[in-house]
C-alpha cells in the first residue's frame, strides 16, 4: 500500500450508505473541511442533523461526478457498484469493512497538536490497527505542541539560513533535547 494523507478541504466527498457505519465517517470528513453528498434510500437522524447534503434514494453512478473521494459504506452490492462507477472516474474509494470493494483502507488515527499519525494494516485487521492507534497515542510525548513550535522555528532558520536536507534532523535532535534542559 501506498501511504498518503489527503487535502479534502472545500473538495467534494461522496458517502453511500445511510446508516450507522456511514455515519461514523462523517467527523473525520467534517474536520477537514470535506464538501459531504451522502447518497442512500433510508438517512438515519444523526446524519440528517449534520452539515452534509443528504439525498434519500440509491445509488447512480453519476452521482461520483467531480467527487475526489468516496466513502461506501452500503451493503456489498451497492459498494461494488460504487467501485466500478468509481473506476471509470478514476476516483479511490474507501469501502467500509468490505476490502473486496475498496481502492484505500483508513487506518487507526492519531492527531494531536498539528501531527497525525495513521497505522494501517491494509483492510485485513481494523480492530489491531485501533489498538495500534491506541498504543501510539499513549506513547507520543504530552507535550508535543512544545516540538511542533520548535520544528517550526527550526524550519524557518533553516530556510533562512539555507542548511542543506541532510543536516536538519540533526539539528531538530539537538533543539528538542534542549527543550528539556532548560526545564531542569
Known amino acids: ?17 445511510g446508516g450507522p457505519v456511514a455515519a461514523s465517517k462523517l467527523d473525520a470528513l467534517l474536520t477537514v473541511g470535506a464538501d459531504i453528498t451522502v447518497i442512500a434510500p433510508d438517512v438515519r437522524a444523526e446524519i440528517e442533523e449534520r452539515p ?13 461526478d467531480g467527487a475526489w473521494w468516496v466513502v461506501a ?21 474507501n469501502a467500509v469493512d468490505d476490502p473486496a470493494h475498496a481502492t484505500a483502507y483508513l487506518g487507526g488515527v492519531v492527531r494531536r497538536a498539528g501531527m497525525t499519525v495513521a497505522i ?17 497515542d499513549a506513547w507520543l510525548p504530552h507535550d508535543l505542541e512544545r516540538w511542533m513550535t520548535a520544528a517550526d522555528e527550526a524550519r524557518e532558520q533553516w530556510k533562512r539560513d539555507g542548511v542543506p536536507m541532510h543536516h536538519r534532523r540533526p539539528h531538530l535532535l539537538e533543539r528538542l533535547n534542549r527543550l528539556y534542559d532548560r526545564d531542569e
Open 1 to 17: 500500500m501506498f501511504p498518503a494523507f489527503l487535502h479534502l478541504r472545500s473538495r467534494r466527498v461522496v458517502v453511500v450508505g
Open 52 to 64: 452534509v447534503k443528504v439525498v434519500r434514494r440509491r445509488f447512480e453512478a453519476s452521482d461520483l
Open 73 to 93: 459504506a452500503a451493503p456489498s452490492e451497492v459498494n461494488r457498484q460504487v467501485l466500478e462507477a468509481a473506476d471509470e472516474r478514476r476516483i479511490f474509494v
Open 120 to 136: 494501517s494494516t491494509d483492510g485485513r485487521a481494523p480492530a489491531l490497527a485501533g489498538l495500534m492507534r491506541e498504543a501510539i
